[in-house]
């Protein structure tokens, strides 16, 4: 139980370090801005379709296809949801209220986009407590151990937007923070719950992997290739595409 507590621990750690290392960059330019939000949309696309989506599939038995594909469209559906009838998402990040309508637009994307981080969070714990649940620890720990990398650069990418929207550093340390704690009470409770986790796990991966694809398409690539920084953004998916895909395969 130790051993799980301080895994769990580890993982949600792992993002408030990333978040962290995210604050050492600080008025950085619009471009630059458009990179790095593109390098993080590559990280969220391997991390859906590798770490989540692909796994739904192997794991979701008899009805795996079908099972996978609704989950992806519950959970773009989902972000779609919140996007059409949360319009105050912004108030999340401390925004003002009363005045400069653009920016609160702007900020609500951005929680937009951190919602995603933290709701795929939540299967990616559950993941790593099955690990847990079902007794293999040297499998349990690899998986934890690649959800922890993964969790490092995503918490890098989630501070350098909240802080260019005008967030409060505290407020965004306690946002990145909250993004973590997820995945903690998401470890714990596949240990806790494996039978029923084990159930539900294929429909959470791909549900999780569905919220990523929808804010990947309808709000990271649109914004970073909006002031003309096409070219750079590209690569820079391209790149974090890629890191994240190297994790996965040999820490997968």
Do not use: W
């Given at each position: 139980?130790?051993l799980?507590?301080?895994?769990?621990?580890g993982?949600?750690?792992?993002?408030?370090?990333?978040?962290?290392?995210?604050f050492?960059f600080?008025?950085?330019?619009?471009?630059f801005?458009d990179?790095i939000?593109s390098?993080a949309?590559g990280?969220?696309?391997?991390?859906a379709?590798?770490?989540?989506?692909f796994?739904?599939?192997?794991s979701?038995?008899?009805?795996s296809?079908?099972?996978?594909v609704?989950?992806?469209?519950?959970?773009a559906?989902?972000?779609q949801l919140?996007?059409?009838?949360?319009p105050h998402?912004?108030?999340?990040?401390?925004a003002?209220?009363?005045?400069?309508s653009?920016?609160?637009e702007?900020?609500?994307k951005?929680?937009?986009?951190?919602l995603?981080i933290?709701?795929h969070?939540?299967p990616?714990?559950?993941a790593?407590?099955?690990g847990?649940?079902t007794?293999?620890?040297?499998?349990?720990?690899?998986?934890?151990?690649g959800?922890?990398?993964?969790n490092i650069?995503e918490?890098?990418?989630?501070i350098?937007?909240m802080?260019a929207g005008?967030?409060?550093?505290k407020r965004?340390?306690?946002?990145?923070i909250a993004?973590?704690?997820?995945?903690?009470i998401?470890?714990?409770?596949g240990f806790?719950a494996v039978?029923?986790?084990a159930s539900?796990?294929?429909?959470?991966l791909?549900?999780a992997?569905?919220?990523?694809?929808y804010?990947?398409?309808d709000e990271?690539?649109?914004e970073?290739?909006?002031?003309?920084n096409?070219?750079a953004?590209t690569y820079?998916?391209?790149v974090g595409?890629?890191?994240?895909?190297?994790?996965?395969?040999?820490l997968?």
């Open positions: 139980m130790e799980v507590l301080l895994t769990a621990l993982v949600g750690l792992a993002t408030v370090f990333g978040a962290l290392i995210g050492c600080k008025n950085v330019s619009h471009k801005n990179i939000l390098f949309a990280v969220m696309l391997a991390a379709v590798m770490g989540l989506i796994p739904a599939l192997e979701g038995g008899r009805f296809v079908p099972v996978t609704l989950g992806v469209f519950a959970g559906i989902f972000l919140i996007d059409r009838f949360v998402l912004h108030r999340l990040a401390g003002d209220t009363e005045s400069h653009k920016k609160q702007h900020i609500h951005i929680m937009l986009f951190v995603a933290a709701i969070n939540f990616e714990g559950i790593a407590g099955v847990f649940g007794g293999n620890t040297a499998e349990a720990l690899t998986i934890a151990g959800i922890a990398l993964q650069p918490g890098m990418v989630i350098g937007p802080l005008g967030v409060s550093k965004t340390l306690l946002i990145a993004t973590g704690l997820v995945e903690v998401g470890t714990l409770i806790f039978s029923l986790s539900i796990l294929p429909f959470a791909a549900f992997g569905g919220t990523m694809l804010i990947i398409s990271m690539i649109p970073t290739h909006a002031h003309g096409e070219r953004a820079a998916l391209l595409f890629c890191v994240m895909m190297l994790v996965d395969f040999y997968g």
